[in-house]
């Protein structure tokens, strides 16, 4: 096994960081990459309510 075998840690935001080392472009680069990952969460929800909604609809009847 090598270290490229390894599994590595992910990047990208850590929840509750220090942000005074980070410049303005880096803090608004996160905003808009949190809000990316919000709507990419609501969009699974949303998949998930309407696979859970079809399957109480499919067993109801």
Known sequence: ?????LPKKPAGITIGENLDLLSV???EQRIHDLEAEIE???AAIQSKRAS????????RN
Request: proline share 0%; aromatic share 16%.
């Open 1 to 5: 096994m090598s270290f490229e075998d």
């Open 25 to 27: 472009s880096e803090l």
């Open 40 to 42: 990419r969460i609501r």
């Open 52 to 59: 859970k909604d079809a399957a109480d609809a499919f067993f």
